[in-house]
């Protein structure tokens, strides 16, 4: 299921009036989930080509990330594309308790070293 932009946008303003509404302030419950809107507002920016770069990244990594495979599956990608999702994912996924999170960020750093040895 395909979500556009203004609509995401929508859901993200609404989830964060509804948390702060519920919360009455900041915690750190509500904190996590910020951080997961911000993500998730930050995916969307992307634009579906560089998302789709990405999840072929993560796919080759969940596969085991061995080489010549690995480093195959990074130089099939656009390498700007890779250096754009890592500046505006790294940050956040940094800030994120969240194994997923940390699991892209392994695959997006290792990638950006095959594309910097290249």
């Not at 946008?9 to 509404?21: A, K």
Request: net charge negative; charged share 30%; glycine share 6%.
């Amino acid at each position: 299921m395909k979500v556009s932009k203004k609509r995401l946008r929508s859901i993200i303003r609404e989830e964060r009036s509804r948390l702060l509404s519920e919360q009455g302030g900041w915690n750190a419950e509500f904190e996590n989930r910020s951080r997961l809107l911000d993500f998730a507002q930050a995916w969307s920016g992307l634009g579906g080509a560089v998302q789709e770069q990405v999840v072929s990244v993560l796919a080759a990594w969940q596969e085991g990330a061995h080489e010549p495979d690995w480093s195959d599956a990074v130089y099939e990608q656009n390498p700007n594309a890779i250096e754009m999702a890592g500046e505006k994912l790294m940050p956040l996924l940094r800030n994120m308790n969240w194994e997923p999170a940390e699991e892209l960020m392994d695959a997006l750093e290792e990638a950006l070293k095959v594309i910097n040895e290249g």
